[in-house]
């Protein structure tokens, strides 16, 4: 029986009760058990659901715009062959939609009629467009200073933004108020998020014939797709599917990199940095609310923690486009890691990556991004 | 064997010879006998190259950014259920892929290593980006006055872009000038690239279990998916593979309708109409090159043309917004269409239709065209 159980204390809950953390502050976990029979799998359409006995979601409550099952193909990236979710392929534009169909689904299974989330990137994009597919009411919690022209994709999946004065935290306090009596979906404190985002790993795997790769290169921000990818790799490993743990490698920008700093110096916990602007706005958290957890997921791995410069994300973002990839700055800074990575790597190493987002999302700004005159 | 053949006068020429019409100035349809045996797709990976057999590009020429096999899911569009193909989740953000991917396999196969093409839109990004992944050197002619913001994905994938001053007919003619000793990777002249948009029709197919859809509606301005649908029933059926022809319906807007004005004329060829600015502007082309065989195609499957209006065109694209869909204008004409071909339709008919582009591609604009304040 699946529950929700506390990081902290480990008291656990009834997840067909909403609930976004724990009576004593924690952060919550699920208690799941998936299951898996790769010979049933033939045939299934191409998307996460095929791995429908691994989701922590009743059969028929499946919720879909077509996504996930993302190609994987081999780019040349430092020099060498790394190979390259394109999860800027999803609907919404970014690898978000993994965790949103899967967070989003539950919510309709146990009868959610309103959500808040406080997002102006892609995850409100995600949780907007899965909520219009849902019928749900979606509320946004945007900083008031956000550019009107970033938020038209979350104005057409029909979300109500809620300007909040002040900085990014106030957002973030503003919408945990309003989440006392409406669903949090929560791309942060929603362990349903990272049951979809953990698709990405049993993708990687079935992609590679049921094997695991030695290195996942992966963005780390919040750590969305860093702790999926830890959780479905450990799924993977107790079901038998895969037969060791690839090692979590973590890609911040110089400008923000908290994991980085805690990591180099052994901390258990990652705490607040100094930070400054970065192209990849994506993954620029000061103060990552799973930090600890990422930290585990890493070292646990035997990975690492890459900062990158401004100067080596755009050189990346340019290098993609230049062989026919539209990806978004924060994804060239995944981009400008796998390359640091491979530089001291053995040769031999299956090393995977990902394009996060589509570069179509940074709007206008692409004609300068791209060198244009 | 592949021949190239002339449309007016049948003289015919070896397709391993740069070419993009014949000396008589008619317009080159390929000679061209497809196979496909279903029974050896299961396994194979989930892009258009999957029909190899019915593809003329010589096995081990393919060329790839993870193209085709799109979702087709269903919608509620007009008060009932219609399919439809997602094909704004294509690499380059358009169907326009399936066009470029297969036309740049067989260029980069006959050892092209420059191509030229004009257009600012949907097809100039699709004809970069496969040449920047086949490492050809891509120029494309785009009116001088187009806004520098519409061209940054194509600037990003490297193609040097020519601006030319005057009328789009002045950028088509200084094209067509420049092809006199490069390649013309045209949408509109070059018959490999309605043999890429004609996998849309093997998908179809294969998505509904080998079986035609009753009807069939698209959009129509020079063509190239009208005309690869065509192409890929046509040769379906040939196979065995589906045993009748779907429909085909055209939509165009009422703004730009020179196809609905010559089919209501019961008209043999298309001419020039007046014409005024639409939001979908993907399909405002006041004189296509291939308008003759668009009615063809049409009449000959007993569909039908349909023109939409600017009111419809924005409803359409906003009530897909509020089911969870971003697309672009253009394709909301589409859907507009689909609307009005559904209001008489039988009510059994199975009903496919296309999101063509993905809405991030009016940058943005979409804040406003969102309805956003």
């Known amino acids: 029986m699946t529950r929700f159980v506390c990081r902290d204390c480990g008291l656990d809950f009834d997840v067909n009760v ?16 998936p299951h898996l029979d790769p010979d049933r799998l033939a045939g299934r359409p191409a998307t996460l659901w095929r791995y429908r006995e691994a989701l922590p979601v009743p059969d028929g409550a499946e919720l879909t715009l077509g996504e996930g099952f993302t190609p994987m193909l081999p780019v040349e990236i430092g020099g060498r062959e790394v190979l390259v979710k394109q999860e800027q392929l999803f609907p919404t534009g970014s690898y978000k939609d993994r965790g949103a169909a899967v967070m989003m689904a539950m919510a309709a299974h146990i009868g959610v009629d309103r959500v808040v989330e406080d997002s102006s990137g892609n995850a409100g994009c995600a949780v907007s467009a899965f909520a219009a597919k849902a019928g749900i009411r979606c509320r946004i919690f945007v900083p008031a200073d956000n550019s009107p022209g970033k938020l038209g994709q979350i104005e057409l999946y029909g979300a109500d933004l809620v300007p909040v004065p002040g900085s990014r935290e106030d957002t973030a306090s503003a919408c945990m108020a309003a989440a006392s009596d409406c669903y949090y979906a929560s791309h942060v404190y929603n362990p349903y998020f990272f049951h979809g985002t953990k698709t990405f790993a049993y993708e990687v795997a079935e992609q590679l014939g049921w094997k695991a790769p030695d290195a996942v290169v992966l963005p780390a921000g919040n750590g969305t797709l860093l702790l999926g990818a830890h959780i479905g790799f450990t799924e993977l490993l107790g079901l038998g599917l895969i037969d060791r743990m690839p090692k979590l490698v973590a890609v911040q920008s110089a400008n923000c990199a908290p994991l980085c700093a805690a990591f180099e110096a052994g901390a258990r916990e990652v705490s607040q940095v100094a930070t400054a602007p970065t192209l990849a706005e994506g993954i620029a958290i000061g103060l990552p609310m799973r930090g600890e957890q990422m930290l585990e997921a890493v070292r646990e ?50 090393v995977v990556t990902v394009f996060t987002g589509h570069g179509l999302k940074v709007g206008d700004k692409l004609h300068k991004l791209a060198g244009g005159v």
């Open 18 to 33: 909403p609930r976004w953390r724990c009576d004593c502050g924690g952060l919550l976990d699920l208690d799941f058990t």
């Open 301 to 350: 791995t035997g990975g690492t923690c890459l900062a990158v410069s401004e100067e080596a994300v755009l050189a990346a973002f340019r290098d993609m486009g230049r062989k026919g990839f539209c990806i978004e700055p924060t994804s060239a800074a995944v981009v400008a890691g796998a390359a640091e990575y491979v530089r001291t790597a053995d040769a031999d190493e299956v």
